[in-house]
């Protein structure tokens, strides 16, 4: 079921959003080559705690037979799409990395996710990264009142498949606001006027995932980590916004 909010619950949803953009400008800094995945983690972790909220992607159930998810954030590098497991591995000049993290505040959720370059990095990685963002934006341009599902993701596959890219299909973006994972998916590809009708009081985390070679996908051994088959690069950025009568709203821009 697609739960439509009140607009106290989005007072509450909103103040769990606010904490996401303020831990993206604190870690920033500190997305730099020799930096590892753990301490990119460590400092959102802290900021959260700081601020009175819980990370919210920690003890997230995984597939049968793999353990829960043990980190504040998913921090991928480079071929790795989505839900990398913060660790050891040192970030070198020149690798993307894609921090996605989320936060519960007194009972209300936030989630956003942002790809960073390390570094100087190549033309090619932020051509993706820029079509990456731009193609979320044009979603959320979509995601008005009385449009449906499909008229986000064929937004977003308008803009990144002429442009040689490819939309990954199995991971997609999805409600949010009561919990970290609610109805309905919002996939990053379709067809426009198809699809679940858009409402008022929607909470939706829109996250394009765009690699640029194919769409295909494979899971790591850890059992979390998502890459791309073919070794390609991805990208990913996220936000959660609001559906209103009018604009949308972001809760999680800057």
Known sequence: MVRIYSEREFTGIRKACEILPKAFRLVAPSVQPGVSTAELNRIVDSFIRSQGAVPSFIGVPGP????????????????????????????????????????????????????????????????????????????????????????????????????????????????????????????????????????????????PMINAGGWRIRVLKDGWTVATTDGSDSAHFEHQIRITDGDPEIMTLD
């Open 64 to 207: 049968q037979g793999v353990p829960p998810f043990p980190a504040c954030c998913c921090i991928s590098v480079n071929d790795e799409v989505v839900h990398g497991i913060p660790g050891a591995r040192l970030l070198q000049e020149g690798d993307m990395v894609k921090i996605d993290v989320g936060t519960r505040l007194d009972g209300f959720f936030g989630d956003s996710a942002r790809s960073f370059a390390v570094g100087q990095v190549s033309q090619e990685r932020q051509r993706l990264m820029r079509a990456t963002e731009e193609s979320l934006f044009l979603g959320i341009a979509a995601a008005r009142a009385g449009n449906r599902i499909g008229d986000i993701g064929a937004a977003v596959q308008g803009h990144v498949e002429p442009q040689g890219y490819s939309v990954v299909r199995e991971m997609v973006g999805h409600g949010v606001g009561g919990a970290v994972h609610e109805a309905p998916e919002v996939p990053n590809y379709g067809r426009a006027g198809h699809g679940l009708r858009l409402r008022p009081g929607m909470c939706l985390a829109l996250e």
